[in-house]
């Protein structure tokens, strides 16, 4: 964490001095404008500035504190943010001011002291906080590729050794042989190591079953990480372990907040285009949270009803070229722009690990063999076990990068 809180600490600072250094600047400058015009002298000038630099000063400090605890984290927490820091740094500033000089602090005279100047002050911070401010923090404090250029990451969990009590809903419950889970979870990560991936553990979690199911956790959306919280509660302690690891290599954190509930399993990204199913553990908050923060990111969400299937991500998945492949009728083919019928149920999940490679399961004969017939290189890994609990190949990781 030493790297990203030294990026956060970073930003907070420089964000907060060159907003309030702006913010003095423009004071003074805006100010003395009048001043000049009256006929003041330099000297003039230079008085109001030494007025507010003790302003300015406590604008620093106040700003790089909000920001460090994540205020700059919205534009309206940003704007509220400039408004309270400036009214309170030219309150104490005039108080100490009426101090230092043996005068007894009156509000009216606060505002007084400088008249149109305070309020030209806390109006700058008022602007430049959620602008100029929240810009620089987000450039500063932004996903910091250096911790992953040059690499494709992969996170996976290890399996809980109580993987076998892990959720079950749209099939019936058949025994898991837990040895055989952890042989086929190293030979998964082995094939994302083999085709390019640097694969990073995501600390264990024994006491949660489904915790192997790491793609559930969170989505990944280019230079930020949107932490999930899942529709089914029991899993909802699985993302800390998670957002450390996103955190490590640099990702901004956002999440979604409560009532809203999203499964990363329900995301599906092709193109500039992300579909969102509105399974039983997403609901249409999570969607909304979601479509709101990829809209930062350019992305369009689309909403798509998900029957009698875990997550939108159990019924269709999507090529490297953006066909969307799928099995049956737990979604409406007619959605997508490009779409695919493959003959296996499991065959609607594959995991793209290159332009011209993905990863399906050995329970998808037919499917290999029609993928490998368009011209893609098919890898597949043998995840019986995990399928018993409704997992797929997406599952059991997530990919940066």
Not at 309 to 324: E, F, I, N, Y
């Amino acid at each position: 964490m030493t790297v990203a809180w030294g990026r956060k600490i970073a930003a907070s600072v420089l964000s907060g001095f060159l907003v309030a250094l702006l913010v003095h600047v423009g004071t003074v400058v805006l100010s003395n404008e009048a001043f000049l015009l009256q006929g003041a002298g330099w000297a003039a000038v230079l008085s109001l500035s030494g007025f507010f630099t003790l302003a300015s000063a406590f604008a620093f400090v106040l700003l790089a504190v909000a920001a460090l605890f994540d205020a700059f984290a919205t534009w309206w927490g940003a704007l509220i943010t400039g408004l309270v820091v400036g009214v309170v740094a030219t309150t104490l500033d005039a108080m100490i001011y009426l101090s230092v000089n043996g005068q007894k602090p009156d509000i009216a005279f606060l505002w007084n002291l400088a008249g149109e100047r305070n309020l030209l002050f806390v109006l700058l911070v008022t602007v430049l906080a959620p602008t100029f401010g929240r810009w620089l923090y987000g450039v500063i404090a932004r996903y910091d590729r250096a911790a992953v250029r040059g690499r494709r990451v992969a996170l996976v969990r290890i399996p809980a050794t109580n993987l076998s009590e892990g959720i079950v809903t749209n099939i019936e419950r058949t025994p898991v042989d837990a040895a055989k889970a952890d042989e086929q979870w190293d030979a998964y990560v082995a094939a994302l190591a083999a085709n390019g991936w640097d694969t990073v553990e995501v600390a264990a979690a024994e006491a949660l079953a489904d915790s192997a199911f790491v793609e559930d956790t969170a989505v990944v959306l280019g230079n930020r990480a949107v932490m999930a919280r899942s529709g089914a509660e029991q899993r909802r302690g699985e993302t800390a372990g998670t957002e450390a690891a996103l955190t490590e290599l640099g990702l901004r954190i956002d999440r979604i907040e409560e009532p809203g509930t999203l499964d990363g399993g329900d995301v599906l990204r092709v193109g500039d285009t992300i579909y969102v199913g509105r399974s039983e553990r997403t609901n249409a908050e999570g969607v909304r949270q979601l479509r709101v923060l990829a809209a930062e990111e350019g992305y369009a969400v689309v909403a798509v009803a998900v029957r009698g299937a875990l997550h939108l991500k159990s019924a269709v998945t999507a090529l490297p070229d953006g066909t969307v492949i799928g099995h049956g009728d737990h979604v409406d083919p007619g959605l997508f722009d490009r779409y695919l019928a493959v003959p296996e149920p499991s065959g609607a999940a594959v995991l793209v690990l290159a332009a011209d490679t993905v990863l399906l399961a050995a329970s998808a004969p037919n499917t290999a063999e029609l993928l490998a017939d368009l011209g893609y290189r098919v890898v597949t890994v043998d995840i019986s076990e995990f399928e018993r609990l409704e997992g797929c190949v997406t599952c059991l990781s997530i990919l940066v990068g």
